[in-house]
């Protein structure tokens, strides 16, 4: 058995509306300057393409949770984001099946 030095972190997860079940994030993986109105906020051009980063598992919160940052911060930007949990493989899915 392997032999830790420090405890495993507690797996993140989001609550499944509508169900006390919870899904375990394994990825996050995020697309930004999506939509127009954003880029304009940050002064880009809307013409842009969007950019992909990723976000490690633990970024996630549940709704009401307090997000800790430090004490001398004057200016937190934070931003809600949608999550879809895909829960099985698929390939060339017909839309009425998705």
């Known amino acids: 058995m392997t032999e830790f ?4 972190p507690a797996t993140a997860s989001v609550a499944v509306a509508g169900s006390s079940d919870r899904f ?3 990825r996050i ?15 880009n051009d ?3 393409p969007p950019f992909f980063f990723t976000k490690p598992a633990d ?3 549940d709704s009401g949770t ?3 940052y430090p004490p ?8 809600i984001e949608l999550v879809a949990a895909i829960g099985k493989a698929g390939f060339r899915i017909p839309r009425d099946k998705a």
């Open 5 to 8: 030095v420090l405890p495993l």
């Open 24 to 26: 375990a994030v394994r």
């Open 29 to 43: 993986y995020c697309v930004g300057r999506n939509y127009a109105a954003h880029a304009r906020e940050f002064g």
């Open 46 to 48: 809307e013409r842009d």
């Open 59 to 61: 970024a996630v919160v």
């Open 66 to 68: 307090a997000i800790p």
């Open 72 to 79: 001398l911060t004057a200016n937190l930007h934070h931003e």
